[in-house]
């Protein structure tokens, strides 16, 4: 089969977006574009998933591209002797991805829209960044060191064998929005908001976490995942990108599992029921660098029930 370039792949998969907001890719599924509920390469005795749709849509690439992931994985822990955590990341991450979504409520119709920030919230956040990089840039340590912008941000701390982000193939950074309380409370009242129109039958909306400014570099990968409780109903707002040799997508799976491809340019949002859409970046960046920041809510409704039930709403 032909290996198709990534490149070629973004182009082919990224359509424009909907009056909704949304963008639509090709009607792929799970473990398409990466290994969402089962393995793409095998383990001891373990069977592979069916891998006969990956190579059908995207040729070996995906299976190669996953191959080199979970490799660079186990040989950064296996310095110290602890590769095998890679692989109970793994399957951790496919049991939540396979269980979670059918045992929780779904709040809209297809589980993510894509919107933007007020002027005024944009505009309060381009001058906190542009604050960061002043700063960043007069440090004389970091320009003795020949440190450029963003790599003198702080790096993110990533639990050992965590395998979300291919933290060990380059570092992500990490600068907390949440030090301009003036800023955040302007996020937080804004996405809360956005949140009240998205899902109107919510009686509040609970603040769970902010977590942001992260900054991922050329190479990084996202790994499809959900959300644990109480991360439920949540916002992703890119704060910033350079050097982007093509759009880096946001991959959402809808409420019927199938598979979506969303960009958005700094100052846009894309709003996701994190809890019960699988969502990751498994496309490599090919830029310099990509900054978000991740808000995350909790909806409560009438009577204030637990959110869970044993029906399966949402299954994939």
């Known amino acids: 089969a032909n290996i ?43 069977r592979t998933g069916d891998l006969s749709q990956s190579r059908s849509v995207f040729g070996e690439d995906r299976i190669k591209t996953y191959g080199t992931y979970i490799a660079g994985c186990e040989k950064h822990y296996g310095r110290t002797q602890q590769a095998h955590l890679c692989q109970e990341g793994e399957n951790s991450r496919f049991e939540y991805n396979t269980q979670q979504p059918r045992g929780v409520k779904n709040h809209t119709d297809i589980g993510f829209r894509k919107t933007r920030l007020s002027d005024e919230t944009w505009t309060m956040l381009q001058e906190f960044w542009s604050e960061i990089r002043l700063n960043h840039d007069n440090d004389k340590k970091r320009e003795e060191d020949g440190l ?53 039958h919510a009686q509040i909306f609970t603040r769970s976490d902010i977590y942001g400014i992260r900054v991922y570099r050329n190479g990084h990968i ?4 959900v959300d644990r409780d109480p991360l439920v109903s949540s916002a992703i707002i890119n704060v910033d990108q350079d050097g982007l040799a093509e759009p880096w997508p946001l991959e959402v799976y809808d409420h019927e599992g199938v ?43 009438e009577g204030f029930e637990d959110y869970y039930q044993d029906e399966t709403e949402g299954e994939l």
């Open 4 to 46: 198709i370039s990534t490149a070629a792949i973004a182009a082919a998969l990224l359509l424009a977006a909907s009056s909704a907001g949304q963008s639509h890719a090709e009607n792929y599924g799970v473990d398409v574009s990466f290994p969402i509920h089962n393995k793409f390469i095998a383990v001891g005795g373990e």
């Open 148 to 200: 450029p912008f963003p790599d003198g941000l702080p790096r993110e701390n990533w639990p050992t064998g965590n395998i979300y982000v291919n933290h060990w193939a380059k570092p992500t950074h990490h600068t907390s929005v949440q030090i301009n309380q003036e800023l955040t409370e302007a996020i937080w009242r804004e996405l809360e908001s956005k949140m009240r129109l998205w899902i109107p």
């Open 222 to 225: 996202l790994a499809p995942h």
């Open 259 to 301: 598979a979506h491809n969303i960009t958005i340019e700094p100052g846009e949002i894309i709003l996701y029921e994190s809890h019960s859409v699988i969502h990751g970046r498994p496309f490599a960046l090919k830029g310099d660098y990509y900054a978000n920041i991740f808000v995350h809510f909790k909806p409560h409704f």
